[in-house]
């Protein structure tokens, strides 16, 4: 499943450089599919979602910073754990109930990303 953040975030943004797949944004700012992937143009994501990789896309959040889920791999593909997690000093990185994914889910979500 994917990891979001709770509001218990304290802005320190440790969890931001951490992210592989650039999954992790401040508050109010915009987001892209492509930014740190090798997505671009439109694309169909795994989930079925028809987008446009370099269109920014509203914030999820206005007050703390905020994962989006159709990126978030809980580090599959290049970690044993999520790294925002391990680096949050506050413990609010945390699995959303509302995003699961199974491990191979994740892993092809990975490959997507990174033309792996």
Known sequence: MAIIITDECINCG??????????IYEGADDWKYSDGTDLSGNVVLPNG??????EDQEPISDEIYYIVAD?????????????????CPVDC???DDDNVET???LLAKQKFMHND
């Not at 979602?49 to 370099?54: F, S």
């Not at 990126?71 to 790294?83: A, D, L, N």
């Open 49 to 54: 979602k028809a987008k446009n990789a370099d």
């Open 103 to 105: 491990e191979e889910e």
């Open 71 to 87: 990126k978030c791999t809980e580090c599959k593909g290049f970690h044993e754990e999520p790294q925002c997690a391990a680096v």
């Open 14 to 23: 440790a969890c931001e450089p951490e992210c592989p797949n650039t999954a």
């Open 93 to 95: 990185c945390v699995p």
